[in-house]
């Protein structure tokens, strides 16, 4: 089973730029899709983003604005970065290995198979 | 855009019980919808992708089923290990969760 760790600052400053990455431990990391899933204390998750191995992305609509992920297949590791951060910002995030796919009617599909520890930012001066 | 309602928020069941929590989608795109469990201070795991197809390694204990835009995961005799938070997921769009507490 893949291992993905993710790392990055604890603590953001309001109006900066949250940045995270993921790393991935094995083979896996080409030909496979990656995601960027947070939580707020005490709520529920809300999903981010997602990245191909080759750089195909999607969005959140509501998060869209302000996301932008990235991917270093040389190093098996893919970033998020969340502009114009507030304290509802302030979450648990979460990276993922990601099932994509398309249904029999062309519709789009993905879930998260494989799930990293999680890593707490928190947005405060 | 998509949201998922899910039900009840919270669920309160004995070892041994049958219990079903319930997510219901705005439209209906597929059905690829996923399940997951989630524990306190843990990262959520996969239980169910497609609606019924049970993930690898996860008990038969649980199943799901759709009809319509009406997804339901049902655990057919709880045990101790499985009160925890699950969570629907179609596309962007999570549930709320659902809490299944020891009654």
């Known amino acids: 089973q893949v291992q993905l760790q993710e790392s990055g600052p604890g603590l953001v400053k309001p109006s900066e730029t949250l940045s995270l990455s993921c790393s991935v431990s094995d083979d896996s990391f080409s030909y496979n899709y990656w995601s960027w899933i947070r939580q707020p204390p005490g709520k529920g998750l809300e999903w981010i983003a997602y990245?191909?191995?080759?750089?195909?992305?999607k969005y959140n609509p509501s998060l869209k604005s302000r996301v932008t992920m990235s991917v270093d297949t040389s190093k098996s590791q893919f970033s998020l970065k969340l502009s114009s951060v507030t304290a509802a910002d302030t979450a648990v995030y979460y990276c993922?290995?990601?099932?994509?796919?398309?249904?029999?009617?062309?519709?789009?599909?993905?879930?998260?198979?494989?799930w990293g520890k999680g890593t707490t930012v928190t947005v405060s001066s | 855009d998509i949201q998922m309602t899910q039900s009840p928020s919270t669920l309160s069941a004995s070892v041994g019980d049958r219990v079903t929590i319930t997510c219901r989608a705005s439209?209906?795109?597929?059905?690829?919808l996923a399940w997951y469990q989630q524990k306190p201070g843990k990262a959520p795991k996969l239980l169910i992708y497609k609606a019924s197809s049970l993930e690898n390694g996860v008990p038969s204990r649980f199943s799901g089923s759709v009809s319509g835009t009406e997804f339901t995961l049902t655990i057919s005799s709880l045990q101790p290990d499985d009160f925890a938070t699950y969570y629907c997921?179609?596309?962007?769009?999570f549930g709320q969760g659902t809490k299944l507490e020891i009654k």
């Open positions: 990245i191909s191995y080759n750089g195909i992305t």
């Open positions: 439209q209906s795109i597929s059905n690829w």
């Open positions: 993922a290995r990601t099932i994509v796919g398309l249904t029999l009617n062309r519709a789009e599909y993905y879930y998260m198979a494989d």
């Open positions: 997921q179609q596309e962007y769009a």
